[in-house]
Nanobody
Framework: QEQLVESGGGLVQAGGSLRLSCAAS????????MGWFRQAPGKEREFVAT????????VLADSVKGRFAISRDNTQNTVYLHMNSLQTEDTAVYLC?????????????????WGQGTQVTVSS
Protein backbone atom coordinates (compact mmCIF):
# COMPACT_ATOMS: atom_id res chain seq x y z
CA GLN A 1 0.00 0.00 0.00
CA GLU A 2 0.98 3.62 -0.36
CA GLN A 3 3.46 4.74 2.27
CA LEU A 4 5.40 7.92 2.99
CA VAL A 5 8.16 7.99 5.61
CA GLU A 6 9.84 11.23 6.63
CA SER A 7 13.28 11.54 8.19
CA GLY A 8 15.92 14.15 8.89
CA GLY A 9 14.26 16.21 11.57
CA GLY A 10 15.95 17.21 14.78
CA LEU A 11 17.09 20.03 17.02
CA VAL A 12 19.01 22.87 15.40
CA GLN A 13 20.03 26.34 16.42
CA ALA A 14 18.53 29.38 14.75
CA GLY A 15 20.37 30.11 11.53
CA GLY A 16 21.15 26.46 10.98
CA SER A 17 20.14 24.06 8.24
CA LEU A 18 18.42 20.71 7.90
CA ARG A 19 17.45 18.50 5.00
CA LEU A 20 14.28 16.47 5.35
CA SER A 21 13.66 13.37 3.27
CA CYS A 22 10.44 11.59 2.44
CA ALA A 23 10.73 8.06 1.08
CA ALA A 24 7.74 6.87 -0.91
CA SER A 25 6.62 3.33 -1.65
CA UNK A 26 3.60 1.42 -2.87
CA UNK A 27 2.83 3.65 -5.87
CA UNK A 28 4.45 5.06 -9.02
CA UNK A 29 6.18 8.01 -7.41
CA UNK A 30 7.14 9.76 -10.65
CA UNK A 31 3.49 10.24 -11.65
CA UNK A 32 2.48 12.41 -8.70
CA UNK A 33 3.10 15.87 -7.40
CA MET A 34 4.40 15.97 -3.82
CA GLY A 35 4.22 18.46 -1.01
CA TRP A 36 5.54 19.39 2.39
CA PHE A 37 3.36 20.80 5.14
CA ARG A 38 4.00 21.64 8.76
CA GLN A 39 2.01 21.80 11.95
CA ALA A 40 3.05 23.59 15.11
CA PRO A 41 1.41 22.89 18.48
CA GLY A 42 -2.00 24.51 18.69
CA LYS A 43 -1.90 25.62 15.06
CA GLU A 44 -3.45 24.37 11.88
CA ARG A 45 -1.48 22.43 9.33
CA GLU A 46 0.02 24.81 6.79
CA PHE A 47 1.47 24.53 3.33
CA VAL A 48 5.27 24.79 3.00
CA ALA A 49 6.30 23.62 -0.47
CA THR A 50 5.18 21.56 -3.43
CA UNK A 51 6.79 20.10 -6.54
CA UNK A 52 5.32 18.67 -9.72
CA UNK A 53 5.99 15.19 -11.05
CA UNK A 54 8.90 16.22 -13.28
CA UNK A 55 10.49 18.55 -10.71
CA UNK A 56 10.08 21.30 -13.30
CA UNK A 57 7.77 23.42 -11.15
CA UNK A 58 8.05 24.22 -7.47
CA VAL A 59 5.98 26.49 -5.26
CA LEU A 60 6.97 27.74 -1.82
CA ALA A 61 5.01 29.44 0.91
CA ASP A 62 5.87 33.11 1.30
CA SER A 63 7.13 32.47 4.82
CA VAL A 64 9.92 30.18 3.57
CA LYS A 65 10.83 31.69 0.21
CA GLY A 66 14.53 32.37 -0.06
CA ARG A 67 15.28 29.96 2.80
CA PHE A 68 13.73 26.60 1.84
CA ALA A 69 13.79 24.57 -1.35
CA ILE A 70 12.03 21.41 -2.45
CA SER A 71 13.47 18.80 -4.76
CA ARG A 72 12.82 15.20 -5.73
CA ASP A 73 14.71 12.21 -7.07
CA ASN A 74 12.37 10.00 -9.04
CA THR A 75 15.03 7.28 -9.27
CA GLN A 76 15.07 7.05 -5.46
CA ASN A 77 11.34 7.68 -4.91
CA THR A 78 12.26 10.47 -2.52
CA VAL A 79 11.27 14.08 -2.07
CA TYR A 80 13.42 16.49 -0.08
CA LEU A 81 12.94 19.73 1.82
CA HIS A 82 16.12 21.76 2.11
CA MET A 83 15.83 24.20 4.99
CA ASN A 84 18.35 27.01 5.54
CA SER A 85 18.45 30.04 7.84
CA LEU A 86 16.05 28.30 10.18
CA GLN A 87 14.07 30.45 12.60
CA THR A 88 12.37 29.56 15.86
CA GLU A 89 9.00 30.01 14.15
CA ASP A 90 9.90 27.13 11.84
CA THR A 91 9.54 24.74 14.78
CA ALA A 92 6.85 22.19 13.86
CA VAL A 93 6.16 18.66 12.77
CA TYR A 94 6.89 18.47 9.06
CA LEU A 95 4.83 16.11 6.94
CA CYS A 96 5.11 15.08 3.33
CA UNK A 97 2.10 14.22 1.24
CA UNK A 98 1.18 12.87 -2.18
CA UNK A 99 -0.92 15.08 -4.43
CA UNK A 100 -3.95 13.59 -6.14
CA UNK A 101 -2.52 14.70 -9.50
CA UNK A 102 0.81 15.29 -11.20
CA UNK A 103 1.02 19.03 -10.70
CA UNK A 104 2.04 21.12 -7.70
CA UNK A 105 -0.73 21.84 -5.21
CA UNK A 106 -1.04 24.20 -2.24
CA UNK A 107 -4.25 23.11 -0.53
CA UNK A 108 -4.51 20.28 1.99
CA UNK A 109 -7.49 18.85 0.16
CA UNK A 110 -5.37 18.24 -2.93
CA UNK A 111 -3.41 15.54 -1.12
CA UNK A 112 -4.53 11.99 -0.43
CA UNK A 113 -1.68 10.25 1.39
CA TRP A 114 0.34 11.60 4.30
CA GLY A 115 3.39 10.55 6.22
CA GLN A 116 3.60 10.49 10.00
CA GLY A 117 5.85 13.53 10.15
CA THR A 118 9.25 14.42 11.54
CA GLN A 119 9.84 16.95 14.31
CA VAL A 120 11.94 20.02 13.64
CA THR A 121 12.85 22.14 16.63
CA VAL A 122 14.76 25.39 16.21
CA SER A 123 16.29 26.86 19.34
CA SER A 124 17.22 30.49 19.81
Amino acid sequence: QEQLVESGGGLVQAGGSLRLSCAASGFTFSRFGMGWFRQAPGKEREFVATIDWTAGTTVLADSVKGRFAISRDNTQNTVYLHMNSLQTEDTAVYLCARARASGPRRSLGAYDYWGQGTQVTVSS
